[in-house]
């Protein structure tokens, strides 16, 4: 008996999940973009950490900028709805030559919440980039929905 | 939140209060029952047990006839016949009120839920559901419509240790198989995209889908009016399986809830009707329970 203050308790906070408006709010960590992070691999792939490069500017070729000489260990990025593939600018320090990464993908709207409604969600197919300051690139996820994951890991040797 | 809370509360104590009452109510019968118990008792050091008669009859027979030598019979006391007694049973039919009152919280769906149950033997009770239910949303981003129906199926057990056996009392813990069919579509859709300035109009055909669930109950029905009965239940709804549309999951599935979630939770209160249709014959063993050594 001593527990059933507890038990209503839980009860209550059930029932209260159970009636909420769910159209009402939109987590927007669900928003489907695309994730990166860079990585420092020395030792030839042994010794593998993350990195944060001191002044990041990125943005898609003929867009706003996205990131502007920020410090930044990872980015996230809007693939372009309207086509099948997105190329982006990639500047990481101001004394980098930068790189320009190009998504080929396919796309699919989903919903994605009574809240938040539907989105587009992608696969990425491949991703071409120049290797002047990126070493290599590695696909971890092709899904691009609305997980929040890291789908790319950049490394670099310097 | 406050008024999901205030909700809540209100029927809670609605709940609280049917078991006050009854409890008022119940104590006069409750000391009638005790009565009789004492009564019965009163006659026992009257009734001799038959095998006491044999050692007297034997002490009369002094004939010289040898009377055949049987082993000493060990008293052995007659078994009591079983008690016999007819349990009333029926169709209890109710409407959840609940589903009104989720109405005001989630405005795009309208629910209407009957509920019914059959007394099948002293404990058991077969439990029934039919269900309707309608969801229409409509915002600056898309706009969905859903309909379907759904029933349960399955059985309640009675917890409550009666003293009177014609009460119809329940506290009861239960557990249903459920059944949906749905229909949803969304008209029209746009997706607007801040940093590349689209918009990405589209539309979901109509899309039929069926759902299959599980649902634990625990829950009391209370006989607040004769034949009338108030009764909550919490339930928690385990989906098996569903073949909605890939990328496009309903809104509410219906008798279920959510149709994003693997379980949800849910709160019922009914008003119901108790029809009295027949009685069921329970036959009981009056003998001591034997003690496990």
Same mark, same amino acid.
């Not at chain 1, 996230?76 to 500047?91: E, G, I």
């Not at chain 2, 009391?220 to 928690?236: D, Q």
């Not at chain 2, 496009?248 to 029809?275: A, C, R």
């Given at each position: ?12 906070l ?26 420092k691999d ?17 943005? *898609?070729?003929?867009r706003d ?11 996230f990025?809007?693939?372009d709805?309207?086509?099948d ?12 030559i ?15 919440s009574?809240?938040?409604?539907f989105?587009t969600?992608?696969?990425l ?21 609305s997980t ?7 490394f670099?040797?310097? | 939140m ?7 509360l ?12 009854q ?5 006069a019968g409750d000391?009638?029952i005790?009565k009789t ?8 050091p009257?009734q &001799?047990?038959?095998?006491?008669? *044999? ?5 009369? +027979?002094?004939?010289? &006839?040898?009377? *055949?030598q ?5 008293a052995?006391p ?23 009152a ?6 795009? &769906? ?5 509920q ?21 949303h ?5 706009t ?6 759904y029933?349960?199926?399955?059985v +309640?057990? +009675?917890?409550?240790k ?13 557990i ?8 949803y579509?969304?008209p ?15 539309s979901f055909?109509?899309?039929?889908m069926?759902?299959h669930?599980?649902?634990?109950t ?14 909550w239940?919490?339930?928690e ?7 909605a549309?890939?990328?496009f ?12 979630k ?5 709160m ?6 108790y ?9 009981e063993s ?8």
């Amino acid at each position: 008996m001593k527990y059933i203050s507890g038990i209503i308790a839980i009860l209550l906070l059930s029932v209260f999940a159970a009636c909420e408006d769910e159209t009402k709010s939109c987590d927007q960590t669900l928003i489907s973009d695309l994730g990166m992070n860079f990585k420092k691999d020395t030792l030839q792939g042994f010794l593998v950490k993350d990195t944060i490069w001191p002044k990041v500017t990125m943005y *898609a070729l003929g867009r706003d900028s996205i990131v502007k000489k920020q410090p930044r260990s990872s980015v996230f990025m809007s693939l372009d709805p309207l086509a099948d593939s997105s190329r982006f600018y990639l500047k990481l320090d101001s004394t980098m030559i930068p790189d320009t990464l190009t998504f080929r993908y396919k796309r699919k709207q989903n919903f994605v919440s009574p809240g938040c409604g539907f989105a587009t969600f992608f696969t990425l197919d491949t991703v071409i980039t120049t290797y002047h300051t990126i070493d290599s690139l590695h696909i971890n996820n092709r899904e691009v929905n609305s997980t929040n994951d890291t789908h790319i890991s950049l490394f670099f040797i310097y | 939140m406050i008024r999901t809370f205030l909700y809540s509360l209100s029927i809670s104590l609605a709940g609280l209060l049917t078991q006050a009452t009854q409890a008022q109510v119940k104590p006069a019968g409750d000391t009638s029952i005790k009565k009789t118990a004492v009564d019965t008792s009163a006659p026992k050091p009257v009734q &001799r047990p038959p095998a006491t008669a *044999a050692p007297a009859r034997k002490a009369a +027979d002094t004939s010289g &006839r040898k009377p *055949a030598q049987h082993p000493p019979v060990a008293a052995v006391p007659a078994k009591k016949p079983d008690s016999v007694y007819y349990v009333p049973g029926g169709l209890r039919l109710g409407i959840d009120i609940s589903r009104f009152a989720l109405h005001f919280f989630q405005p795009y &769906r309208t629910d209407v839920a009957v509920q019914a149950d059959v007394r099948l033997n002293k404990k058991l009770y077969g439990a029934f559901e039919v269900g309707y239910n309608r969801t229409s949303h409509s915002d600056t981003s898309y706009t969905y419509k859903g309909s379907g129906a759904y029933t349960t199926i399955g059985v +309640d057990y +009675d917890f409550l240790k009666k003293k009177d056996p014609t009460d119809k009392n329940m506290v009861y813990g239960g557990i249903h198989y459920g059944f949906a069919r749905n229909s949803y579509e969304a008209p029209a859709y746009n997706i607007h995209n801040q940093y590349w300035d689209s918009e990405t109009p589209g539309s979901f055909p109509k899309t039929n889908m069926t759902a299959h669930w599980i649902e634990l109950t625990f829950g009391m029905r209370v006989e607040a009016l004769p034949n009338l009965f108030l009764g909550w239940a919490v339930r928690e709804k385990i989906m098996l399986a569903n073949n909605a549309a890939e990328g496009f999951d309903p809104i509410i599935i219906p008798g279920f809830g959510s149709g994003s979630k693997s379980s949800q939770f849910d709160m019922t209160y009914t008003v119901s009707y108790y029809i009295p249709l027949y009685k069921i014959k329970i036959r009981e063993s009056r003998e001591p329970k034997k003690k496990k050594d």
